[in-house]
């Protein structure tokens, strides 16, 4: 498909806002969702909607097999062994806390630590500071560059016989940084420590193979990767997923149970418990053939095109103060910046004012902000179905902006 192909797919791209074309540059909030999800979710509701696993009727054995089928495709999307290595669960957030509920809190103690970096999201830092206070671990950050990179010498400083858990974010959500994953992961694994990867960033963006960077967990979104929201995988080794005892209780999720004590499914099932988002990993698993369709090296490919010509574009504005890597190989798509003397809530809403959605905050990386020295930064971020005319109007849109900042600060 050409980009226009592409666009086609996306229906909320055909919609005016404020009076003028839709240009939606938040994708690393949320991103739209093609036709095909959308036709996944309504064929299932319309056509099959039942429980799964539980009854012999016809309906709930279509439902079993798409919602296990979707299983199997992010086996595939991921390269993971095998299918019992993927847990659905609502998003990123909660894999990342039953991780840290499951794991870290039942097998970490006292004079551990635990390691992270300044740049986590608040979901990749609270589950870890709340499990160093119930376990009496300790909270340990990877030094960062001024450019938001990550050097491995640092790593391997950090990382000691101490260190029992790392859990990194691939992708950053403020600096764009892709950092790399695979070598953290073969120093966290020479000093026996367990490494999980926030992919809430990347998953939509590029290959991942967890085989080939060795990580013990991965964490993903599917709201982020075209597909719907509530709908989210924790991928876990085998072995390691087998010793952890499940958090949540009730129905699906056990074997046999007595008046007194119970036993758990085997994997995944032992980790999903009552009824699981359905519809939601359908869904995701029609995003992933769609994004297979495209193929994931040609949105990177893409994406990479519209990094470069945004921070050219960004960069010729005096005004404007760029945050993270500027090689646009080392960095996803996105852009975060600043205007002086502009608050970004402010930039944002003049912006919407013209239908460019962007997103302005602290996205949430409170600590992030403060290494900054800002106190929240706004951010463009790029999908496949964008194009060098979105980013023409953001630049357009913010120089109509400082103009009148300027005018009325006057």
């Known amino acids: 498909m050409n980009i226009q192909e592409i666009r086609d797919q996306f229906p909320i791209l055909k919609q005016q806002v404020n009076g003028h074309p839709l240009v939606y540059l938040d994708s690393s909030a949320t991103s739209q969702k093609p036709y095909a999800v959308i036709e996944a979710l309504r064929d299932y509701y319309t056509n099959y909607n039942s429980n799964v696993h539980r009854g012999a009727h016809t309906l709930g054995s279509l439902a079993t097999d798409a919602y296990e089928n979707a299983r199997d495709k992010v086996k595939s999307f991921i390269h993971a062994r095998e299918s019992a290595e993927i847990v659905f669960t609502r998003g990123t957030t909660a894999s990342l806390n039953l991780v840290a509920q499951c794991y870290v809190r039942e097998f970490l103690k006292e004079g551990d630590e635990i390691l992270i970096t300044l740049m986590e999201h608040h979901s990749n830092l609270i589950p870890w500071q709340q499990a160093a206070n119930k376990t009496g671990a300790t909270l340990r950050y990877i030094p960062i560059q001024p450019d938001g990179t990550i050097r491995l010498e640092d790593v391997e400083e950090a990382i000691t016989s101490k260190t029992k858990f790392v859990s990194i974010t691939h992708v950053s959500n403020v600096m764009g940084t892709i950092h790399p994953v695979k070598q953290i992961a073969a120093i966290a694994h020479r000093h026996g420590a367990v490494i ?194 979105d980013i023409d109007a953001l630049v357009k849109g913010l120089k109509r902006a400082i103009s009148y900042f300027k005018y009325v600060s006057q």
Not at 237 to 260: C, F, N, R, S
Not at 290 to 304: A, D, K, S, V
Not at 315 to 342: A, C, H, M, Q, W
């Open 196 to 389: 999980c990867v926030d992919a809430a960033q990347s998953a939509p963006h590029l290959q991942l193979d967890v085989q080939d960077l060795d990580c013990d967990f991965m964490a993903i979104s599917g709201h982020k990767m075209a597909g719907p929201t509530g709908i989210g995988v924790l991928y876990g080794k085998k072995a390691l997923l087998e010793q952890m005892t499940p958090y949540e209780y009730g129905g699906e999720m056990i074997d046999h149970v007595d008046l007194y004590e119970s036993t758990w499914k085997e994997l995944p099932w032992k980790f999903e418990g009552g009824t699981p988002n359905i519809a939601g990993a359908i869904g995701l698993g029609a995003a992933i053939d769609f994004l297979q369709q495209i193929g994931l090296p040609n949105i990177r490919q893409h994406e990479n095109h519209l990094v470069n010509y945004a921070l050219e574009q960004l960069s010729l504005i005096e005004e404007i103060s760029i945050y993270g890597p500027r090689k646009p190989e080392l960095r996803s798509g996105l852009v975060t910046f600043n205007v002086s003397d502009v608050h970004p809530h402010d930039l944002a809403t003049v912006l919407d004012s013209e239908g460019i959605a962007i997103r302005a905050g602290h996205h949430c990386c409170q600590p992030l902000m403060r290494w900054l020295n800002v106190s929240s930064t706004a951010r463009a971020s790029f999908y496949l179905y964008n194009t060098e005319e």
